[in-house]
């Protein structure tokens, strides 16, 4: 008996050793493994991080067509337009500006995220742009509105690399920011950008897939009778949100005057504001001249927000317009939805708490 008992106990051992060996060697293999995954992913990030890397001199076409070399990294950079201002902002690029476009401090976006901008030297406007006090900063790099051709080639014949942007639209806004990206080695802070864009575009398009399109007026700033046709950035924003620009019709000019009748013919569901509106919601639901139209009978005129910047245009929180927007035209966007989006977006790209 103790013969047989001893006899077992040696077979239980054995068995335990050989399976702590198999547990050991399992650990080991498993441990192998993910430590090969972890490095694997490391890789990818370095791999991918380098790819974003510019080298210079690079060459990037602007959006005239106009091939701009720039031999080194950009330190000294003006802006004479609020959209790339807004851009440089989001791509953490601010700290490199030297000079900005006039008005610098009626944007709050300047005021809330980026204050020291609106005590730099200003450039003017597209209508008046100061070219000898642009070319007096001795920037490395200056990015103006399509508008100011001219000064970009006066300026490039000063030495100066000047690109000339235009996004009209949100496929223009997207390759805006690509180029000026691009121009200032920060194309991974693009790319972060790009992604949010895409994850909204990509929310509006199945929050609005099986939704009545209704009919929308964007009513435009200068006057309740100005609109956007279909080249105009606000036409995406309201075909984003769900919506059908009863004015998308017009596509010989941007910004365009109608008429009353014209109105009334198109007799939309909805009535937009544009933000920098100086008439009210109160003056378009008073205006005995579209009493009759479906938005003024049902109240449903709103003023796009603008405590932050203009979403009615092809800044980089533009997306934000159409977020906002599907949150009235589309039943299943809740309000908490729209608000959230937009808290992480201010967060993320400008270090505010967004507060309507």
């Not at 006090?133 to 103006?144: K, M, R, S, Y």
């Not at 990509?202 to 964007?218: G, H, M, N, Q, R």
């Not at 949100?241 to 909805?270: F, H, R």
């Not at 949150?327 to 989006?341: A, H, P, W």
């Amino acid at each position: 008996m103790k013969k047989l008992i001893s006899l077992l106990l040696s077979v239980v051992f054995i068995i335990s050793v050989a399976g702590c060996g198999s547990t050991a060697q399992n650990s080991s293999a498993s441990s192998a493994s993910s430590s090969a995954v972890s490095s694997s992913s490391e890789q990818a990030s370095t791999d991918t991080e380098e790819s974003l890397q510019v080298s210079y001199p690079v060459t990037v076409t602007d959006q005239a067509g106009r091939e701009v070399v720039i031999e080194e990294e950009p330190e000294r950079i003006v802006s004479g337009y609020y959209i790339s201002t807004s851009l440089l902002i989001a791509l953490g690029q601010e700290s490199k500006l030297v000079g900005i476009e006039a008005k610098a401090a009626e944007r709050p976006i300047y005021s809330l995220s980026a204050p020291e901008l609106i005590e730099l030297p200003n450039v003017g406007s597209a209508k008046q742009f100061d070219l000898e006090g642009c070319a007096a900063l001795e920037p490395d790099l200056a990015i103006l509105p399509l508008k100011l051709s001219d000064a970009a080639d006066t300026l490039t014949e000063l030495g100066i690399p000047v690109i000339l942007v235009n996004p009209e639209d949100q496929a223009l806004s997207d390759e805006m920011r690509d180029i000026v990206s691009t121009a200032l080695n920060c194309r991974e802070e693009a790319e972060e950008l790009a992604d949010f864009v895409a994850q909204q575009e990509a929310f509006l398009s199945e929050a609005t897939a099986d939704t009545e399109k209704a009919t929308v007026y964007l009513a435009g700033n200068s006057s309740f009778l100005s609109t956007a046709g279909s080249k105009m950035y606000q036409n995406s924003l309201i075909t984003m949100a769900g919506g059908e620009n009863v004015a998308a019709e017009i596509s010989d000019t941007y910004w365009a005057e109608v008429s009353y009748e014209q109105l009334l013919a198109w007799n939309p569901d909805y009535i937009i504001i544009a933000a920098e509106a100086d008439y009210t919601v109160d003056d378009v639901l008073n205006d005995p001249n579209i009493a009759e139209l479906q938005a003024v009978k049902d109240g449903n005129v709103y003023q796009m927000p603008n405590s932050a910047e203009a979403w009615d245009s092809p800044v980089p929180g533009g997306i934000l317009g159409a977020v906002w927007l599907s949150g009235i035209l589309c039943e299943n966007v809740t309000s908490d939805t729209v608000n959230s989006i937009i808290g992480e977006f201010y967060d993320t790209f400008y270090g505010f708490e967004y507060q309507e």
